[in-house]
C-alpha cells in the first residue's frame, strides 16, 4: 500500500473518494457515491403538479391492489412501495393534508392509534425487535410526497443490520409486498 493509498478514506474497507483534486477546495469530507438513489428521487412516486396524489387514489382501490391493511374512520395504513425493510407501513389520513400541524385533533389521534396498532401487528406477525416511526416534513426535510401527510412505521431486526443498502447499494427484501400485506391485514384487529 503507497502512502497516497493510506490516506484515502475508507468505509469498512470500502474505498471512499477523497474531496480533493477538485475544483472546489477540499472540505474533509469523503464521498460514496450512490447515483441509484437518482433512480428513485426521479422516480414517478414524487407527485408531480398535475398528477393525483397517490394517497389519496389509492382509498379508493380494493385493499389488495393498493397494499392497504386497514382502514380506519380518518386515516389508512399502507404498505410502502418503496420500503426501508419488509413490513414498512404508512399511516395517511384520508384529507389531503401536507403537514402534521395541519391535521385535525381527531386526524391526530387516529394517526397515533393506527400506529400503535400497526407496532402490536408487526411484532406479532414480523417478529421485530423495533421501529423507526417518523414523519418527513415538507420535501426539504425528504418527504418524497410532500403533499399528503403520512408517518413512517419501519419494523427493524437486531440481526438485520448491516451496511449492504449503503455499501452495495442493495435492500434484500425477503418478502414480496401482497404477502406481507395478506399477513399483517389478516393479524389486524377488527
Known sequence: MTQRDAEKP??????????????????????LWTP??????QSHHVQESDDECPFCRVPRETDEEALIVARGERAFVVLNLY???TGHLLV??????GLYDEAT????????????TAMRVLRATMRCDGFNIGMNQGRLAGA???????????PRWSADANFMPIVAGTKAMPRLLG???AEIAAAWPR
Open 36 to 41: 441509484h438513489r437518482m433512480a428513485y428521487i
Open 92 to 97: 395517511c389520513p384520508y384529507r389531503h393534508v
Open 179 to 181: 404477502e406481507v400485506r
Open 83 to 85: 420500503p426501508y425493510n
Open 105 to 116: 385533533e381527531a386526524e391526530a389521534a387516529e394517526i397515533a392509534a393506527l400506529t400503535q
Open 144 to 154: 418524497g410526497i410532500a403533499e399528503h401527510l403520512h408517518q413512517h412505521v419501519v
Open 10 to 31: 475508507s468505509l469498512d474497507g470500502v474505498e471512499a473518494e477523497p474531496a480533493s483534486g477538485f475544483a472546489a477546495a477540499p472540505d474533509g469530507y469523503a464521498r
